[in-house]
């Protein structure tokens, strides 16, 4: 049976991750100096990133695709989204030492590549989403961190950090409720739970991501 509410999150979660994806390359494009390391550039593209991660979630539902490989690889395109995440972060703390930052983000996706690999994706998505868990939440916390001190400080004035901090709060809740809410209201109608309500969290926050990048602080006159 097909997981109706599943697929109708699903498809809002594409067109958040597109639309806001898109929204901050534009942003992107438009600043009179362009560099790859900029905010907007690597969060941009790592929201893109997560779209393939759905589209193969939706064709588990419809039963097109079932559990092996791909999904390794669906976990490891998300992991890639996160570690831009990060890299994006790196500017703020390790502005002048370019080259460090890029051999982390190298290192790191390596590292986890190879540990979602050897997840056995074919017996549990249960084990994956717990890794991913793992792996995302340091990721996760230091953007709150990160957005907290630069709003706290009043170090950049073209974004609302404490709108992307509490962004990443809401995503956060997302990802650790998500595990628990598969198992959650089973039935025919709504075979992976109540799965769906852990992706609608996660849409809301990535809206407030938005508007973290569109409303500039208050303290900027």
């Known amino acids: 049976m097909i997981d109706i509410p599943y697929l109708i999150v699903a498809a809002l979660k594409i067109a958040c991750f597109a639309s806001v994806g898109l929204y901050l390359l534009l942003q992107w494009v438009k600043l009179e100096k362009k560099y ?46 996160m570690i831009l995440f990060f890299g994006s972060l790196l500017s703020v703390w390790m502005s002048s030492r370019v080259k460090l930052r890029y051999i982390l983000i190298a290192s790191l996706t390596v590292i986890f590549a190879i540990i979602y690999l050897l997840v056995p994706a074919y017996e549990s998505l249960l084990l994956l989403d717990t890794v991913h868990i793992f792996v995302s939440l340091p990721t996760i916390l230091i953007v709150i961190i990160t957005f907290l001190f630069t709003y706290y400080t009043k170090r950049l004035t073209n974004v609302h950090g404490l709108l992307i901090a509490l962004a990443a709060i809401v995503v956060l809740v997302s990802q650790i409720v998500r595990p628990m809410l598969k198992g959650v209201a089973v039935s025919i109608i709504m075979p992976s739970g109540l799965a769906w309500a852990a992706n609608l969290i996660a849409v809301l926050g990535w809206i407030i991501l938005y508007f973290g990048f569109k409303l500039k602080p208050n303290y900027v006159k």
Not at 49 to 56: D, T
């Open 36 to 81: 790859t390391s900029d905010i907007p550039f690597l969060m941009g593209i790592a929201l893109i990133f997560f779209i393939p991660g759905m589209v193969i979630d939706i064709l588990y539902t419809f039963e097109i695709v079932g559990l092996g490989l791909i999904f390794n690889i669906r976990y490891i395109l998300d992991m890639i989204s």
